[in-house]
């Protein structure tokens, strides 16, 4: 009944760090230290855990490890590292293409024909794993993630009531995820995943491989942007579980804005899923013709300065000139064909349009499709600039931006935000993208997430439900994240110096 438009096995390069299966060789952790190696990590736990997503229309199943290490002397001071290995991560897609958009009872039959197949596939890599063998705890996995919302709550029961059986079965904890929460901590995860790939090249270097680690980034506080289909918000991420709203959509999410103005623009042909990644692919299928239309647009070639390693390099051109001012933003572009868009909450709301004269060109739809993504993008620097050049922002003792969420895929949504904070002076603010794999959802972030939650104490009663809106900020009247029902927090036996 349900066909999948799309299988993507995510188990190569997610941000340039290979996640293998089987056949690659892991590290076990040592409990045996020498006055030589006083200053070197120290693996404290470890974690084998099974996480499912289904919030939405992706079923995403992860079999990963974590492992954290807490160093002694100078290295204890500066906090726990943690490496990541991902041994199977598995999506499918629901195929909605015959509704032009997300149909809720189609998503729902793909993760009712998906969900256990993908579970059954990860525990047979668990079973027949070489490295459960050699480190003796074979076939044992430590706890169960699951996205609890927010979301579609058929969907998400599907995945739920499938990780409850599997806590209850094997007797072991389960953690209901926050959706959104483990968007926000995706970068700090590809830390973990670039540290378990450091580890493997020294290897063979005793001692070594631990002192190449670097501590999760970015470390808290830091801003998060999450920008999808179904949520536009500005965060200021104080801690793990508080998330402090800032600004949040007042109509749709831009998400959603850019689905509609896909179907809008592109002709038939060429209008395929997912609609925000054929906008843009439309828009700037030339390399470096942003505003090659337009007379008055500046025509030189940007590229983006050096970003963290725990970010997606932005690798594309546009020939993009940043607005120098906020007044600036707030400006329309004329272009020749008669029209231009307003900026969101400008007096004059919407666009100017032409008279109809028959036939849109193909050109001029491009022109649109560009405009329309220009328009949006500078309007979410706007909020952030607005924020950060505010005496709210006078304590704020981060310096990373945090974009996450499918929009964040978007390489043109990188270099605009990136162009717009280098102009106004604030380019020591560094912005933390996920891997394009990794930015619509998947079951790998959800995995970490819950590793997060879990090191921290928190575990999940077998009798909750799913949350179709679930708020981060624990000022909101549902309490944020640790306001939802269900929690149990049990106390940490061990001191990580944290």
């Not at 609609?275 to 025509?299: C, K, P």
């Amino acid at each position: 009944m349900v066909a999948h438009a799309a299988k993507k096995r995510l188990l190569s390069n997610v941000n340039h760090h290979t996640l293998l299966v089987t056949a690659r060789r892991t590290w076990t952790c040592s409990g045996r230290r020498s006055a030589a190696s006083a200053t070197r990590e120290d693996c404290r736990h470890k974690y084998r855990v099974l996480a499912i997503e289904t919030s939405c229309d992706d079923t995403s199943v992860a079999l990963v490890t974590a492992k954290k290490f807490r160093g002694t002397g100078e290295g204890q001071k500066r906090g726990p590292k943690w490496a990541l290995e991902a041994h199977y991560h598995e999506r499918l897609t629901a195929n909605n293409e015959a509704h032009r958009g997300i149909h809720p009872l189609v998503a729902l039959e793909s993760h009712r024909a998906n969900t256990a197949p993908l579970v059954k596939q990860a525990l047979k890599v668990l079973q027949e794993a070489e490295w459960g063998k050699v480190s003796g705890d074979h076939g044992r996995l430590d706890f169960v993630a699951v996205t609890r919302g927010p979301g579609m709550r058929s969907n998400l029961s599907v995945g739920i009531d499938t990780a409850k059986g599997i806590a209850a079965a094997l007797d072991i904890p389960l953690v209901g995820v926050h959706h959104m929460q483990a968007h926000a901590l995706t970068p700090r995860l590809m830390t973990a995943v670039a540290n378990a790939e450091e580890s493997q090249k020294h290897e063979s270097c005793t001692g070594a491989k631990e002192e190449k680690m670097t501590c999760l980034k970015p470390a808290f506080p830091f801003l998060t942007l999450l920008v999808s289909g179904g949520h536009t918000m500005l965060l200021d991420s104080r801690g793990l579980n508080e998330h402090r709203l800032l600004a949040e959509t007042g109509d749709i999410a831009v998400g959603q804005f850019l689905d509609k103005a896909a179907r809008a623009i592109l002709l038939p042909e060429l209008l395929e899923a997912p609609y925000g990644r054929a906008l843009e692919d439309f828009a700037f299928q030339t390399t470096g013709d942003y505003g090659s239309t337009s007379a008055s647009r500046d025509q030189r070639t940007i590229e983006d300065p050096a970003i963290p390693a725990y970010t997606e390099p932005c690798q594309a051109r546009y020939g993009y000139s940043p607005p120098q001012t906020q007044q600036d933003l707030m400006k329309r572009h004329d272009g020749p064909w008669g029209w231009s868009l307003s900026p969101p909450l400008v007096e004059r709301a919407g666009g100017e349009s032409k008279p109809d004269t028959g036939e849109v060109t193909l050109a001029e739809r491009r022109a649109l499709a560009q405009e329309v993504q220009r328009v949006a993008f500078e309007h979410l620097a706007s909020r952030i600039m607005l924020y950060l050049t505010s005496r709210q922002a006078a304590d704020w003792k981060g310096d990373t931006i945090v974009v996450s969420g499918g929009v964040a895929a978007n390489k043109f949504l990188r270099h605009v935000l990136r162009s717009i904070l280098d102009a106004r002076g604030l380019g020591h603010i560094k912005l933390a993208f996920p891997p394009i794999e990794l930015s619509t959802d998947n079951a790998l972030m959800i995995a970490w997430a819950g590793i997060e939650m879990y090191d921290a104490g928190w575990r999940s009663s077998l009798d909750i439900g799913p949350i179709r809106k679930w708020s981060l900020d624990p000022t909101a009247p549902d309490g944020g994240i640790l306001g939802a029902p269900g929690w149990v927090n049990e106390e940490r036996s061990h001191d990580d110096g944290e």
